[in-house]
């Protein structure tokens, strides 16, 4: 039976993809993020732009499958779920997440799976 | 008349909008010397405005945190200096509607969204499809001159916008890549640096709702 997902989206651009959790609250958590990293933020600028060529999947809590981070997301061919509300605080305690960019899930990847 | 920025004001917000950008980018995006963005560049990394990040292959600097406050007070004080915020707020109101239309274009490009919600790749295999989206683009690209004309009257740092929106919107029936492209001055690019550049000017919040 598939698990409830632990954050739910919009679905922005399609695929799905697993990768440790990274959240970004600013420019200043740039420096640690690594590529394979799924990142999980509040919203984006032109300057985030460089995170998704390295990124695996990007999960945003504002925006929409409009929004200029699912364009940017779809240009880079990684899985993206947006205005998943409360994601940061709701991703903070988890390693490892499946991000589910057609449906617009977030699940947990125990760390037998990792 | 239109106010002229100072250089280090254009270097700052060089980073900004580009968002990581090395410094040749830097010096490029306002017309500025190598040498003399060298130089700034070096002193807004003493003062931790900027910081160095490397992703894949690609090196380049972004503003910090105070950076971006440091930046937004350059851009404020600029503003009321110049009595051009009122023009700039109500060039933002037009300009949020186009910016609808401009995301919603940019989403079609790319894909199609089937009626049960599902996203199907466009492969810009069917002409007839495409051809619409075009159309609104090139209608945006007209639209965008007088808002361009408005913003530069009053600081010349918002020249280009137009030209260069045009520019890509040109070249996109025969390459796509010009509609919502990451590596080149796509239609796209050029537009999200216009977004970017109203935001920042006005020290609005991109997290508060109020649109993509």
């Known amino acids: ?114 | 008349m239109t106010h002229v920025s100072r250089s280090s004001l254009l270097a700052l917000h060089a980073i900004r909008l580009g968002g990581f950008v090395d410094t040749q980018a830097v010096a490029d995006r306002y017309g500025m010397p190598v040498a003399l963005a060298e130089s700034l560049v070096r002193d807004f990394r003493e003062s931790g405005w900027i910081s160095r990040f490397r992703f894949g292959a690609d090196a380049g600097w972004s503003l910090t945190e105070s950076g971006r406050v440091e930046n937004e007070r350059l851009l404020a004080d600029e503003l009321s200096q110049c009595g051009a915020k009122a023009l700039m707020e109500d060039v933002y109101r037009m300009f949020l509607p186009l910016n609808a239309r401009l995301v919603q274009a940019c989403t079609a490009w790319q894909l199609t969204i089937l009626p049960d919600g599902s996203m199907q790749d466009n492969d810009h295999g069917d002409a007839q499809r495409d051809r619409p989206i075009l159309a609104e683009l090139e209608s945006l690209a007209h639209e965008l001159i007088p808002l361009t004309i408005q913003l530069t009257e009053r600081l010349a740092r918002f020249s280009g916008y137009d030209t260069r929106f045009a520019a890509a919107v040109s070249l996109a029936a025969d390459n796509p890549e010009m509609v919502t492209g990451t590596k080149n001055d796509s239609a796209h690019r050029v537009w999200f640096e216009l977004h970017e550049d109203l935001i920042a000017t006005l020290g609005i919040d991109r997290a508060l709702p109020s649109g993509p």
């Not at chain 1, 925006?63 to 981070?69: D, E, M, Q, T, V």
């Open chain 1, 1 to 114: 039976m598939p698990e409830v997902p632990i954050v739910t989206g919009a679905p922005a651009s399609r695929g799905v993809v697993a990768g440790p959790v990274r959240l970004v609250h600013s420019v200043d958590d740039f420096g640690a993020v690594r590529p394979g990293d799924v990142i999980v933020c509040r919203t984006t600028d032109p300057s985030w732009t460089a995170l998704f060529s390295v990124a695996a999947a990007v999960v945003t809590e504002t925006g929409g499958i409009l929004s200029h981070a699912a364009i940017v997301a779809r240009e880079y061919g990684i899985p993206a779920v947006v205005a998943a509300e409360g994601a940061m605080d709701a991703l903070a305690n988890h390693r490892t997440i499946s991000v589910d960019g057609t449906n617009g899930h977030v699940h947990a990847v125990r760390s037998t799976q990792r």
